[in-house]
């Protein structure tokens, strides 16, 4: 008799972190849901759709928690584990100036210097800011980090 194997169902979410042309600021958002983010500030995103690109849900979901549409999106990094895969996307530009909250979860822009940034932060995002900034000085184009369970 053949083994089955369990089909693992991949969560595809995308997060987007928003830059002023100088890059000294970041744009941040308050989260609310899932329960395991309450409270605590990440980049703005949330879940591909079927049908949908990574790419595409990241300027879908901009727009639907920020208010502004971004077509400029750099794709810098893909986190994945078992049952998950999160791209990450990194811009820049003077929309920065137009953002406004579109949901229950405040949007708000901070500066990008480690001490100013807020303390209840999800626990990858300061690397996550620091790798999206490091991008252009190191010529990099994308990294895949895959998350190893113990």
């Known amino acids: ?39 605590k500030y990440n980049g703005i995103g949330g879940k591909v759709e079927k049908g949908e690109t990574a790419y595409q849900a990241m300027v879908r979901e901009f727009e639907e928690e920020a208010g ?41 822009v901070f500066p990008t210097d480690e001490d100013k940034l807020p303390a209840n932060l999800m626990t990858n995002v300061r690397w996550l800011i620091e790798m999206a900034l490091s991008m252009l000085s190191e010529r990099c184009q994308s990294f895949v980090i895959t998350e190893i369970a113990a």
């Open 68 to 108: 502004v549409k971004i077509k400029d999106w750099k794709q810098y990094a893909v986190l994945q584990g078992e049952g998950f895969k999160v791209t990450f996307f990194w811009a820049a530009g003077l929309q920065i100036h137009k953002l406004k909250t579109m949901t229950s979860e405040q949007v708000e």
């Open 1 to 39: 008799m053949a083994k089955q194997t369990k089909k693992i169902e991949i969560r595809e979410g995308v997060v987007g972190f928003l830059f002023s042309p100088s890059k000294n600021r970041v744009a941040l958002i308050l989260k609310n849901k899932p329960k395991w983010q309450d409270g």
